[in-house]
């Protein structure tokens, strides 16, 4: 099995097509194949185009051919998120308010993506506006767990993470609010990398809370997400949040050897309390792993850890309503077809109540409820102030540890329509990730193994701008545990 | 923050642009009241001594020429128009 195109990564792919024993075309064609094979089942993608992913490959052989290759993904398929603007592509965020919508213009990311000759396959599944922890709240379909069709496969970027663990495409891009990359890569057991805030343009990403919103790539092996960063990041002049700041190649110091002494963090609010034991015993094995390296740990704290779900949901809900408000039904969003004709504001509730799902609703009138008048102080202007408070415990850890170490989610994946009734237990499940991004670290999810048959992750929690450091830790275990080598039977 | 929590559900829905049902109205109150209740754990914080964190690294002002670019033609801004007319945008009748 080993030996088929679509279970190889997207370095041995690179390395094949140098040298020239396969075609792009050929190694397109095996995963639409596999695609075709599994994907009713798994149920990743909101949509494919696979003449176009054929022509874009023919292209790249043939730039091959002229010996002018662009980089190392130049014919290697990348999976998006259904959130990220491809020009003449859909792009609907899995809400049916954007059912009908194609984009005008490429974003960065896949403006960088172009430039190194990836092609740009499919569009994945996600939470509506990424606003979930599972893809039940998609507007389309809720995705499939690839190693129990029963379970949920995370989110908001189940469709990424569920797609790369499927083998339907070996990388792919998500986006990560409060854990949307990192929770359904330790829920497929795949690599999932939030990079610090700022390190990835935004421009192109449909925005859900902008001060947290990162793009970051899913890929079953820690080279292939170094991979996909080295092509995706740096300053961008159309995101004024996007920061200017050396580029490392972060493929390199993923797999550089040179001996260094290294000290983690493992913060006594996150294992004390929180976990049911056996759900994050690999996790445990995983630090003893590392210990048996000769790498150091210390217990540190990050004593505001329980105020970071109550923060994180005022943060992004107000972020939310006021970036949702764009969706009005007049201009490029469906429009609803009866409203009252005598109340010339009735077309935006119509059309937004027929265009949003539930929690959407949900999140967009809490966000406008802790903006408005008489209770901004109260909820908004508060909640940036813990966010300050967050943020000093991470800087304070940070003086005495290189890097920290949690699991990534409390439990393994849950089965579909578990909190489908409380929607405070689903946020809750965020806990362990949500604190990087209102810190704006950088966060790597790995998987580390299995409880039950279901996938683990490890969650490794950087420094600003230290993905480097963090890939190399992930390196560290993986180089021991050919984890890339499982697939769930499919 | 306040202490009674009951939210006005159709006041904030009416801000937020969203017609809800009633069946959603009493839901939805319901699940932020619950909401509500536990982000007033965040009351437990003196945070009287604290700035506010708007953005998570240290930010600076960003200058550029004031020079067009990248602007799209008409066809292209307005292909996703549910309703168009001579390359504007058509929306119901709203004077009389």
């Known amino acids: 099995m080993g030996e088929e195109l679509q279970f190889k990564t997207a370095g041995e792919l690179s390395d094949l097509l140098k040298g020239g024993s396969v075609s792009s075309v050929e190694i397109v064609q095996a995963f639409i194949d596999r695609v075709e094979s599994v994907d009713d089942r798994v149920r990743a993608f909101n949509s494919y185009d696979a003449e176009d992913a054929l022509a874009q490959a023919r292209a790249s052989d043939e730039r091959r051919a ?27 965020c899995s809400s049916k308010i954007l059912e009908s919508f194609v984009s005008p213009y490429d974003g960065t990311c896949i403006q960088k993506l172009k430039a190194n000759g990836a092609i740009l396959w499919g569009r994945l599944n996600m939470d509506e506006f990424a606003m979930g ?22 989110g908001s ?87 200017k700041i050396d580029v490392p190649d972060f493929r390199k110091a993923a797999a550089d050897d040179s ?27 995983a630090i003893e792993f590392y210990k048996s390296q000769g790498i150091e740990f210390k217990e540190i704290s990050l004593p505001h850890t329980e105020y970071a779900v109550a923060t994180y949901y005022i943060i992004a809900t107000a972020e939310a309503s006021s970036n949702l408000a764009r969706y009005d039904g007049i201009r490029y969003t469906s429009r609803a077809e009866s409203f009252d004709g005598k109340d010339s504001i009735d077309i935006y509730h119509q059309s937004r109540a027929l265009g949003f799902g539930e929690e959407v609703k949900r999140r967009v009138i809490l966000g406008t409820y802790v903006l408005s008048s008489g209770y901004y102080d109260a909820y908004y202007l508060k909640a940036q102030k813990c966010r300050t408070l967050i943020r000093s415990d991470f800087e304070r850890a940070f003086e005495s ?14 089965l579909k329509g578990a909190h489908a009734e409380d929607p405070l237990a689903m946020y809750l499940s965020d806990i362990y990730t949500i604190s990087a991004n209102l810190a704006g670290i950088p966060g790597l999810s790995l ?31 993986e180089s021991a545990h050919a984890y890339k080598d499982h697939h769930p039977s499919l | 923050m306040p202490e009674e929590q009951s939210i006005d559900i159709q006041k904030v829905a009416n801000l937020a642009r969203i017609a809800l049902t009633d069946e959603e109205k ?15 754990k965040l009351n437990e914080l003196d945070t009287s001594n604290v700035d506010p964190t708007a953005h998570p690294h240290s930010v600076y002002n960003v200058w550029r020429e004031d020079k067009a670019e990248g602007e799209l033609p008409i066809e292209e801004a307005l ?18």
Request: hydrophobic share 35%.
């Open chain 1, 66 to 92: 002229k010996a002018e290759r662009l980089g190392e993904l130049d014919g290697i398929p990348v999976g998006l998120k259904d959130n990220l603007a491809v020009k003449g592509q859909p792009l609907t």
């Open chain 1, 133 to 154: 922890s599972s893809t039940e709240n998609s507007g389309t379909h809720t995705t499939s767990n690839p190693w129990d069709l029963d379970r949920i496969p995370g």
């Open chain 1, 157 to 243: 970027s189940g469709g990424s993470a569920a797609a790369v663990a499927a083998c339907e495409t070996p990388v792919a891009l998500g986006s990560d609010t409060g854990g949307s990359i990192r929770q359904p890569a330790s829920h497929c057991g795949v690599v999932g990398l939030k990079p610090t805030y700022g390190r990835v343009s935004r421009y192109g990403l449909a925005a859900f809370a902008s001060s947290l919103d990162q793009i970051g790539p899913i890929a079953r092996n820690i080279d292939d997400a170094a991979l996909l960063l080295n092509a995706i990041s740096g300053y961008d002049p159309h995101d004024s949040t996007s920061y």
């Open chain 1, 259 to 285: 001996d260094r002494k290294w000290t983690i963090g493992l913060p006594k609010e996150y294992l004390e309390e929180n976990s049911d034991a056996a759900a994050i015993k690999p996790v445990l094995d």
């Open chain 1, 401 to 414: 540890v290189d890097a920290i170490m949690t699991p990534t989610s409390p439990t393994p994946a849950t």
């Open chain 1, 447 to 477: 998987p580390c193994g299995y409880v039950d048959g279901l996938p683990v992750g490890l969650q490794v929690l950087g420094k600003p701008f230290k993905e480097d450091e963090i890939l190399k830790l992930g390196w560290i275990f």
């Open chain 2, 26 to 40: 009493s839901k939805l109150s319901g699940q932020l009241d619950s909401i509500l209740g536990y982000i007033n």
């Open chain 2, 79 to 96: 292909k996703n128009v549910p309703e168009q007319r001579q390359n504007m945008i058509v929306v119901p009748k709203v004077v009389e």
